[in-house]
């Protein structure tokens, strides 16, 4: 097999380097007769920390819909996909070398009709600890919660379970060597998953400052999806007729949401992009989330390794192109860190040591 060779800086440090790829890996030996297939800003494959490949906004998707979704993601450069909850069985994906590869979380966890229809394992306290072993038990390490939802009877969200049943999930979970997330959109339940020691906080915006400090001690990560947050007014509208309380918090929520994840920047939370797309978003949209993080005023260097080389670190992945360092990386014609707006057009991308786009 033809080595390839790709020259340029290569982030995040930004030195000049010239990087051959062979057998699937980086090496920096100089290659005879490798092919030149890039030159430019090279980037660590990026990350989009939470999506939900096999879904959309019905529910389960068939196989090529599924195909599509991950090299949607894949052609914009995201060649590592934290599945944040799918009810699709999508292990092959992880067998097919033409597409990123993806850490599963098996199905979302909710308690009974407090969840959209058709996504998640809807049940009750008693069994929530059954189905978090489940769970860890069929994907990758880690399992995905609905902390809260709306409550139909008090009209606003709610811890979606009691204290004592988040916690005994949690436990049970790291038990067996698996780590929790949870949808968060409200502030009621983050004291609880924060004590019990959850790993991460998806979406976060009913953050206060003494829940950051928690986070920070605990080192519980936060995925914002910056671009869903941006949903949330549309959200109200709908629920406003029957639940005006519900509209007002979630109105309230999107209003501060960037001076809340801002907040938990500042303190110290490690902060990463996630586009949650398969539901009402579309796949492939990492740059945009990356643009959005920034637009709240993160530095585009910490905005861009939230998507790169910091996420790949937290995930267990090579966080930089070094000797024998996975060969999955992006390159662009100008330096990422100087207009995120490149990020939507990648000039090569390379997955396995192949160019895939």
């Known amino acids: 097999m033809t080595a390839l060779h790709v020259s340029g800086p290569v982030l995040p440090d930004g030195e000049p380097r010239d990087l051959y790829v062979v ?134 969200l709610a811890p979606s379970f009691p204290a004592e049943a988040f916690t005994a999930a949690i436990e049970t979970a790291h038990a067996l060597g698996a780590k929790v997330t949870a949808h968060c959109f409200g502030t009621e339940v983050l004291p609880i998953l924060i004590a019990a020691g959850i790993d991460c906080i998806e979406h976060g915006t009913g953050l206060t400052e003494d829940l950051i400090d928690g986070m920070v001690a605990h080192g519980t990560a936060l995925v914002p999806t910056a671009m ?26 999107h209003a501060r949401r960037r001076d809340t994840i801002m907040a938990a920047y500042e303190a110290g939370v490690p902060i990463y992009a996630g586009t949650d797309a398969g539901g009402v978003l579309p796949h492939g949209g990492i740059a945009g989330e990356v643009a959005e993080l920034a637009s709240y005023g ?15 670190a937290w995930l267990g992945w090579n966080a930089t192109l070094d000797e024998g360092a996975a060969a999955d990386f992006v390159v662009y014609e100008t330096d990422p860190r100087a207009d995120l707006a490149v990020l939507a057009r990648p000039a090569r991308v390379v997955l396995r040591g192949q160019v895939v786009a």
């Not at 509208?237 to 509209?247: G, M, S, T, V």
């Open 228 to 253: 869903q947050l941006n949903n949330f007014p549309q959200y109200a509208d709908q629920a406003a007729d029957k639940f005006p309380a519900y509209a007002a918090t979630m109105r309230d929520l």
């Open 298 to 312: 993160m530095p585009a260097a910490d905005a861009l390794g939230g998507a790169s080389w910091n996420a790949r």
């Open 23 to 156: 057998d699937g890996v980086i090496t920096l030996e100089r290659q005879a007769g490798a092919e030149t297939v890039a030159s430019g800003w090279v980037v660590p494959g990026l990350v989009d920390a939470h999506c939900h490949i096999g879904l959309d906004a019905h529910g389960e998707v068939g196989r090529d819909e599924t195909e599509a979704q991950a090299v949607a993601d894949r052609d914009a450069g995201a060649l590592l996909l934290r599945d944040c909850g799918s009810p699709a069985d999508t292990r092959w994906v992880q067998d097919r070398d033409d597409l990123p590869r993806l850490i599963r979380m098996g199905r979302h966890i909710s308690r009974t009709r407090r969840y959209i229809r058709d996504y998640a394992w809807e049940v009750e306290p008693d069994d929530l600890t059954t189905y978090v072993e489940q769970e860890a038990r069929r994907g990758d390490g880690w399992v995905k919660l609905v902390g809260d939802w709306i409550e139909r009877d008090r009209g606003d």
